[in-house]
């Protein structure tokens, strides 16, 4: 199974992107999901995270209440809509699959990640 990370771009403060993590080769179907961004010298950090049914989510503080996650299990895709943009939101942001047992915010538990996609939001 391969993960790639599409949809980012540049845009305005305030303004809205839509992310999409399409599986390919296979399906991600029945696994935790999570979004992940990087910046040039520092950590990839966890962004949010859905879990396999899709009936729950969770954020970090940053991006609650302006990012919302969702999936279509039948498309193999799950999705990032970001609103109200900030230019701290400028990031590479990846998809990854979740394989752990203790922290969904833990990148050293997932085990599968796409391509990441350029997001910049401008001032």
């Known amino acids: 199974v391969q993960l790639q990370a599409s949809g980012g771009g540049l845009v305005q403060a305030g303004g809205s992107l839509r992310l999409s993590c399409a599986a390919s080769g296979g399906t991600f179907s029945g696994y935790h999901m999570g979004w992940f961004r990087e910046v040039p010298g520092k950590e990839r950090e966890f962004v949010g995270f859905i879990t396999w049914s899709g009936d729950s989510t969770y954020y970090t503080d940053s991006v609650k209440g302006r990012f919302a996650i969702s999936r279509d299990d039948a498309k193999n895709i799950m999705y990032l809509q970001m609103n109200s943009l900030k230019p701290e939101d400028t990031a590479v942001y990846y998809c990854?699959?979740?394989?752990?047992?203790?922290?969904?915010?833990?990148?050293?538990?997932?085990?599968?990640w796409g391509q990441g996609t350029q997001v910049t939001v401008s001032s």
């Open positions: 990854a699959r979740w394989i752990g047992s203790h922290s969904y915010a833990s990148r050293r538990e997932y085990d599968l």
